[in-house]
């Protein structure tokens, strides 16, 4: 009977210990928190900046400009730098990027004086540099697809300008000279044929000034309007752009209308 006892008491006791392990295992635990870890910075790596956005202005805009400096080909030359001012503004997204009176400058990159038989006066230039109001710089390549020089200039392919011809002038010359030979021989002789071979003597001293005269200059006079077009893409920085006025372009009267004016210096 002591025996049974003893086992009954330790049996109670087990239960005791069994539940009491369960029940420390429900109680939750309060434990310390866990220091944080803070990363090291390099002292030497500089924080990665955003770059700042950019406005793009596509390629193939057409920007109007007017020109400060007058050109001819009578002394103009490779690198000679030509400067004008654009007078539109130019608005994207209902942003103003290009105000009006932004300066423009350019190069002529080929000169080339008329010929005294045939050829007219070239001129091939290139656009590369825009200076904003806020002088913020940009590098640019545009080329013009229209001239207003007051003449009849045209413009062609990869920006070259090509000037007026002559030849009303040249046969005027002629008919000029042959009748006044036609009338001196007359004269001279008071026969028909004496007109004759005067007409022919003036015809051919007419022709022989053409042909020792050059053509007509090419001339692009102070106050020319240009029209030129991008033939790239223009990046501009957003922050650099923050204009609210329009601007507003220099007053230059434009060229008046001229007739093309044959050389009268053989050289």
Known sequence: MKTNRRIVRLSGLAVLVLAGHAAAQQRPVNLPAA????????????????????????????????????????????????????????????????????????????????????????????????????????????????????????????????????????????????????????????TGKGAGIGAGIGAAAGLAMVLLTRGPELELPRGTTLDVMLDRPLYLDAEKVQFTDPGRASTLAGPPNREPQRSRVPF
Do not use: C, W
Request: positive net charge.
């Open 35 to 190: 220091p944080q870890i803070q990363p090291q910075q390099d002292a030497n790596s500089a924080a990665v900046q955003p770059r700042p956005a950019k406005f793009v202005v596509p390629a193939g805009t057409k920007l109007p400009l007017v020109l400060h400096n007058s050109i001819t080909t009578r002394n103009a030359h490779p690198g000679d730098s030509v400067y004008l001012e654009t007078l539109f503004p130019i608005v994207l997204e209902n942003r103003i990027l290009i105000p009006a009176g932004s300066y423009v400058q350019g190069e002529i990159l080929e000169a080339k004086r008329p010929g005294r038989v045939k050829g007219r006066g070239e001129l091939h230039v290139r656009l590369n540099t825009m200076i904003l109001p806020n002088g913020y710089t940009v590098s640019f390549n545009a080329v013009p697809t229209n001239a207003g020089t007051g003449g009849n200039e045209s413009v062609e392919e990869e920006g070259k300008i090509k000037g007026d011809t002559d030849k009303t002038s040249d046969v005027g010359t002629v008919l000029k000279t042959t009748g006044a030979g036609a009338g001196i021989g007359a004269i001279a002789t008071r």
